[in-house]
């Protein structure tokens, strides 16, 4: 093991392969900025390119592209509650409210800080555990992921809105609903497309965060603009803040990230499961850390609320790196889109990787590694230019950010209904809003939707059309204990206040 | 029982997932597939009951933390004249093409906004668009369809 990462070392420390590392996480950033745009489209970009490269060069390309991609998602996901990608909209949660408080500047610094930390522990855990962990992973079934992902559900609806548990859990059946739309995937059988073509591959996810995230809130702005009280009250675009982090706020992180970056790589390993629900999971955990006067701050621009799913989904994109390069399955949609680049570069990843070809499987390690160091030392000194996009005026910042939500999904299809289909959802998610129906579980169910019918899709098939697949395993019934005692407890706190 | 608007939502997505739960048991499976375990329609069935179960509570049990909104205060005005707009940019973007339209779009929600500052409304617009454009389709090599400007001989 030594020898091969000493053969990774070098390889990664050559001139050529660092300034890859750099140009992957410039661009990465830019990128993932963009609406629409996330780290499947970035290295998706960069396939042609890393063609006329060695394999170890192209993959450490990608690899600078991959983080640079995440950063840059948070990045907007910060100053204009815009999440490209799944894994950020948990950063928006509380980055957002930060942002709007003046302190933009903290909460990217924040960021970068808990993108690196988490990244760097992560990239440790890769060294020492990567090919034992692969066997790991393989001890999870169907069930459990199934069970895992109604906890992550079930968690978001807990804790992401304060008090209006049903309401959430409402969303989180909405957000499966407009998952289902579409051809079943393994019958193509139409669901619910109303013989519309257009809606026969179903409604992106592009389109349903966009809608609920960046266009309702540039609308909700607006439609509140006359109001003196809670949402137009705190929008105050105008200060950037600083980026310096006093003792306090340190000392919130540095208990924060650990435990975040062992969970985000725990679920990052997990094929299937990736940095959206380590995002959630790590946001939902740390709430529950927490001592009750910082609980009152989740939501609102807390630093533990944007530093653990910042941790967490960078640790999660190291974590998703073990499956794919010790058991050729891609944890996530962006290393199934690697895979796909491994084998245009004629490797098969597997356990035998790392013995036939070491300066890959370890040089692609120790890359990971030293793209978190150039993400730092390129992004910090960024921010304030990154942050004065929150200066513009709010005359000028609402439209633009319609123009970039709009122009999100225009670049992914082209077609005018999805343009349609978005102001629809845009408008009934800003009357929802304004009632106080939470965005982030709709988010999360419909990205998880499709992964849960299969899961439940396999897992009832196996037992034969019995649920007693949700306790056979005990693993499966860990998780729904778990499930069960934050809904009792939410029950409990509502009798509680009735009393 | 108190009526907020918060129930009245809640009984809409009653009635909506009472007619999901209907067209999910409408949805045609194969006939090898119809006794199976898991079929097309299990899981939408599931999510219909799901739905109906969720809003049934909300409207049945009293309101632990009802949300005030206070409806005078609210700028319907801008907020619908946006939403038009923003149908006018779908309706155009492709016809008129990506570049005009979207510049178009940007200088009126500028000026619906209240803003009169017309040289930023003018570099925010059209010259923003075209600099957007060239990092899409010049660098990025994303294809972006534009009939204006390939009619003038811009675009190829």
């Given at each position: 093991m030594i020898e091969g990462i000493i053969i990774g070392l070098e390889t990664a420390f050559s001139l050529k392969n660092l300034m890859m590392v750099m140009i992957g996480c410039f661009a990465g950033t830019i990128i993932g900025m963009l609406p629409g745009l996330g780290p499947m489209t970035a290295i998706a970009l960069m396939i042609p390119i890393t063609y006329g490269f060695e394999p170890s060069t192209g993959l450490i390309l990608m690899a600078g592209v991959y983080y640079g991609a995440v950063f840059g998602g948070s990045t907007s996901s910060i100053l204009i509650n815009a999440p490209g990608i799944p894994g950020t909209v948990a950063t928006s949660f509380d980055g957002y409210p930060m942002a709007q408080q003046g302190k933009a500047g903290k909460a990217l610094a924040i960021a970068a800080y808990s993108s690196f930390a988490?990244?760097?522990?992560?990239?440790?855990?890769?060294?020492?555990?990567?090919?034992?962990?692969?066997?790991?992973?393989?001890?999870?079934?169907?069930?459990?992921?199934?069970?895992?992902?109604?906890?992550?559900?079930?968690?978001?609806?807990?804790?992401?809105?304060?008090?209006h548990f049903l309401k959430a859990m409402m969303m989180v059946v909405l957000g499966l609903m407009l998952a289902s739309v579409g051809q079943d995937t393994l019958s193509d059988i139409p669901r619910f497309t109303f013989q519309n073509m257009n809606l026969a591959d179903g409604i992106s996810f592009v389109l349903v965060v966009m809608a609920t995230f960046a266009m309702s809130e540039a609308l909700t702005i607006i439609f509140k603009a006359n109001d003196p009280t809670k949402v137009a009250k705190q929008i105050s675009l105008s200060e950037l803040g600083s980026i310096k982090l006093d003792k306090i706020e340190t000392k919130k992180m540095i208990k924060t990230i650990p435990r975040s970056s062992l969970l985000g790589f725990?679920?990052?390993?997990?094929?299937?499961?990736?940095?959206?629900?380590?995002?959630?999971?790590?946001?939902?955990?740390?709430?529950?850390?927490?001592?009750?006067?910082?609980?009152?701050?989740?939501?609102k621009g807390s630093i533990?609320?944007?530093?653990?799913?910042?941790?967490?989904?960078?640790?999660?994109?190291?974590?998703?790196?073990?499956?794919?390069?010790?058991?050729?399955?891609?944890?996530?949609?962006?290393?199934?889109?690697m895979l796909g680049a491994l084998l245009g570069f004629g490797i098969q990843p597997g356990p035998r990787l790392y013995q036939t070809n070491p300066e890959i499987f370890w040089s692609v390690i120790m890359s990971m590694y030293?793209?978190?160091?150039?993400?730092?030392?390129?992004?910090?000194?960024?921010?304030?230019?990154?942050?004065?996009?929150l200066a513009t005026p709010r005359t000028f910042l609402i439209p633009l950010i319609l123009f970039f939500s709009v122009t999100g999904i225009y670049l992914m299809s082209f077609n005018n209904f999805?343009?349609?289909?978005?102001?629809?959802?845009?408008?009934?998610?800003?009357?929802?809003?304004?009632?106080?129906?939470?965005?982030?579980?709709?988010?999360l169910a419909f990205v998880l939707g499709g992964l849960m019918e299969e899961n439940l899709r396999r897992s009832l098939l196996i037992s034969d059309g019995s649920w007693s697949f949700l306790w056979d395993r005990p693993l499966t019934l860990v998780i729904m204990l778990t499930i069960i005692s934050i809904v009792g407890w939410q029950i409990y706190k509502s009798l509680i206040k009735k009393l | 029982m108190k009526i907020t608007p918060s129930k009245i939502i809640s009984l809409l997505f009653f009635v909506f997932s009472g007619f999901y739960l209907y067209t999910?048991?409408?949805?045609?499976?194969?006939?090898?597939?119809?006794?199976?375990?898991?079929?097309?329609?299990?899981?939408?069935?599931?999510?219909?009951?799901?739905?109906?179960?969720?809003?049934?509570?909300?409207?049945?049990?009293?309101?632990?933390?009802?949300?005030?909104?206070?409806?005078k205060?609210?700028?319907?005005?801008?907020?619908?004249?946006?939403?038009?707009?923003?149908?006018?940019?779908?309706?155009?973007?492709?016809?008129?093409?990506?570049?005009?339209?979207?510049?178009?779009?940007?200088?009126?929600?500028?000026?619906?906004l209240g803003e009169r500052k017309w040289i930023w409304i003018f570099i925010l617009s059209f010259p923003f668009v075209a600099m957007f454009m060239y990092l899409l389709h010049g660098l990025l090599n994303i294809y972006l369809r534009d009939p204006f400007l390939q009619y003038i001989g811009i675009m190829g």
């Open positions: 988490g990244g760097t522990i992560a990239a440790i855990f890769l060294l020492i555990a990567a090919p034992s962990l692969s066997k790991v992973s393989l001890a999870f079934r169907s069930p459990d992921y199934f069970g895992l992902m109604i906890l992550g559900l079930t968690a978001v609806s807990a804790f992401s809105a304060k008090g725990i679920i990052g390993v997990l094929p299937g499961a990736g940095s959206t629900i380590a995002s959630f999971l790590a946001y939902g955990m740390e709430r529950n850390f927490v001592n009750d006067e910082e609980k009152q701050k989740f939501g533990n609320g944007l530093a653990a799913p910042e941790t967490a989904n960078n640790a999660a994109c190291s974590g998703s790196f073990v499956p794919l390069l010790t058991l050729g399955i891609p944890g996530s949609g962006t290393t199934a889109v030293i793209g978190m160091v150039i993400l730092l030392i390129l992004n910090l000194p960024l921010i304030p230019y990154i942050a004065r996009v999805d343009i349609y289909l978005m102001i629809g959802i845009a408008v009934f998610a800003t009357i929802l809003r304004l009632y106080d129906f939470p965005m982030p579980p709709l988010i | 999910a048991h409408q949805i045609q499976v194969f006939s090898f597939d119809e006794n199976a375990a898991f079929n097309a329609k299990t899981f939408p069935i599931y999510l219909g009951y799901a739905g109906i179960l969720f809003s049934a509570l909300y409207i049945i049990l009293p309101e632990t933390k009802p949300s005030n909104v206070n409806l205060v609210l700028e319907y005005k801008k907020t619908i004249i946006l939403v038009i707009l923003m149908v006018l940019y779908g309706l155009t973007i492709l016809r008129a093409g990506y570049f005009l339209s979207t510049s178009i779009f940007l200088v009126l929600s500028y000026i619906v």
